[in-house]
């Protein structure tokens, strides 16, 4: 497939993995004004297949920002709107989440729990988080908010150009596999970063 959009940069991740029935996971960092846009990648699944996903956020709450500065070190984020995982629901203790800090690079963090608009991160900041700052709740991988891959046991798992697309410009993805059973193996992953 071609894509017909002009790349300004890539994501590119090299072999992972972990023990069976520890998930292999890998935050897909956004650029603002950018998709992101598979070009390659592998997966092997030892005797087990594996379900893999590639979760977005989705909707108001999911798709959320900053109310308030979040200071070096702090581990909790004020949401402006009610926070909420993709499926609707309020978020809750396990969500991933990803936040914007203020040099435009992204953390990867899950939560500890939740009060009103304000998430507890499990881990505290490492950069500042400015007001504004897109912050994009994930849910968990049971929500099936995703785009899913199946995988057949013990053989090489191939993406092709264009299979997986961010849905809106500036947005990240979370690759997320049960690795359940047998390990599994994240060969390598490669996205564009693209004007369309």
């Not at 899950?110 to 998430?119: K, Q, R, T």
């Amino acid at each position: 497939m071609n894509i017909g959009a002009w790349a300004s940069g890539f994501f590119a991740r090299s072999y992972k993995t972990e023990a069976a029935n520890t998930p292999i996971t890998q935050g897909i960092d956004a650029v603002d004004g950018k998709r992101l846009c598979m070009v390659a990648g592998g997966y092997l699944p030892a005797a087990t297949a594996h379900l893999l996903q590639f979760m977005y956020a989705e909707g108001t709450g999911s798709r959320n920002t900053a109310a308030a500065e979040c200071a070096v070190g702090d581990h909790h984020i004020t949401c402006t709107d009610a926070p909420k995982d993709p499926g609707g629901a309020a978020a809750a203790a396990s969500d991933i989440v990803a936040y914007q800090c203020s040099d435009g690079t992204w953390e990867w963090n899950y939560l500890d729990g939740i009060v009103g608009s304000i998430l507890t991160l499990h881990t505290n900041t490492v950069k500042l988080v400015a007001i504004g700052a897109k912050v994009m709740i994930f849910g968990v991988a049971a929500d099936l908010k995703s785009f899913n891959v199946n995988t057949v046991a013990s053989t090489e798992r191939t993406f092709v150009e264009g299979q997986i697309m961010a849905k809106y410009m500036g947005e990240p993805l979370y690759f997320y596999s049960p690795n359940a059973t047998n390990a599994g193996f994240l060969q390598y992953l490669l996205f564009a970063y693209i004007d369309k």
